[in-house]
C-alpha cells in the first residue's frame, strides 16, 4: 500500500503503532505512536488536513479500527479498510475455531503440551491460566521484563516465514498443538500450512467483530477508491 501511494506521488503519511523497536521502513513520510484515542486521532486528523483515511492495520486492531471509524464520522475523513481475507480449512486442516484469545487458552489439553504460541507477546497473559504447557513464542522483539507463562522458549525473528522451515521448526521443538490469529494474507500462513503437513491442531482465533465500514481486499481496489487517474483500473 504504501509503495503504491510513493508511486502515485500522493501527499501521504505512514502511522506505526510502535509496538516493534525497529519498524520497516516504508517509502512515505511516517509517525510513529499511538493518537490518543478517538479525541487524538480526530485533532491530528484536523490538524494534518487529512482528507482520506486508510486503516491498514491488523485484522486484530480492533481498538485501532473502531477509532478510526468514530474519528472520520466526526471529521468527515473518508475511510477505507485495507482488509485481507481470512485463512479457510482446507481438507488438511485440523481446526478448532473460537471466538477470541481468552476462549483458544481454554481449548488447550488438559495434559501437558508443547505449543506453538503464535499470537504475538500481547495477550500473554490469558494463558496464565495453562502454565502446565511448554510454550514457543516467535517474537519480533525480546521482550522487557518477565513473561506471564513460566515454561516458555523464545525464538527472535521476522518474518514472511517458508513452510518448510516451520515444518523443521516444529519437528525440532516437539511442538503438538498450534495457537494462531486468523490474520489471512500469505506473510503469516506458513505456520498453518506446516501445521497442516504434519498433521498437528491448530486452535484458529476468530477475528474480532468491527464497525460496518468500506472494504477493500487488495491495494488496487484502494487506489481505484482514492481515485488517482494514473491508478484507476489497475
Known amino acids: 500500500m504504501a509503495r503504491a501511494l510513493a508511486e502515485a506521488g500522493l501527499d501521504a503519511v505512514f502511522s506505526y503503532a510502535g509496538r516493534t523497536a525497529d519498524p520497516v521502513a516504508q517509502p512515505l513520510p511516517q509517525r510513529v505512536g499511538g493518537f490518543g484515542g478517538v479525541e487524538g486521532l480526530v485533532g491530528y486528523l484536523r490538524a494534518e488536513g487529512i482528507s482520506h483515511v486508510i486503516d491498514a492495520t491488523h485484522p486484530f486492531a480492533a481498538g485501532m479500527s473502531a477509532n478510526a471509524v468514530a474519528a472520520c464520522a466526526e471529521t468527515g475523513c473518508a475511510l477505507i479498510a485495507l482488509q485481507r481475507q481470512p485463512w479457510v480449512a482446507g481438507v488438511q486442516d485440523r481446526w ?6 481468552a476462549t483458544a487458552a481454554g481449548a488447550l489439553p488438559v495434559q501437558t503440551t508443547r ?3 503464535a499470537i504475538g507477546r500481547q495477550n ?3 494463558f496464565g491460566g495453562a502454565p502446565q504447557h511448554h510454550y514457543l513464542l516467535r517474537l519480533v522483539d525480546a521482550p522487557q521484563g ?12 521476522r518474518g514472511p516465514f517458508a513452510v518448510e522451515d516451520d515444518v523443521a521448526l516444529m519437528q525440532q521443538h516437539g511442538v503438538q498443538v498450534v495457537v494462531a490469529k486468523n490474520a489471512g494474507g500469505t506473510g503469516a500462513r ?15 482465533i476468530d477475528r474480532p467483530a468491527l464497525p460496518d465500514r468500506r472494504v477493500s481486499e ?3 481496489g484502494v487506489m481505484a477508491w482514492l481515485g488517482h487517474p494514473a491508478l484507476r483500473g489497475v
Open 96 to 101: 478448532t475455531v473460537v471466538p477470541d484469545i
Open 115 to 117: 505449543v506453538f504460541l
Open 124 to 126: 500473554l497473559d490469558l
Open 146 to 157: 518477565p513473561l506471564p507463562l513460566p515454561q516458555t522458549e523464545i525464538l527472535l525473528a
Open 190 to 204: 506458513a505456520k498453518i500450512d506446516a501445521a497442516a503437513r504434519l498433521g498437528l491442531p491448530v486452535v484458529m
Open 218 to 220: 487488495t491495494v488496487q
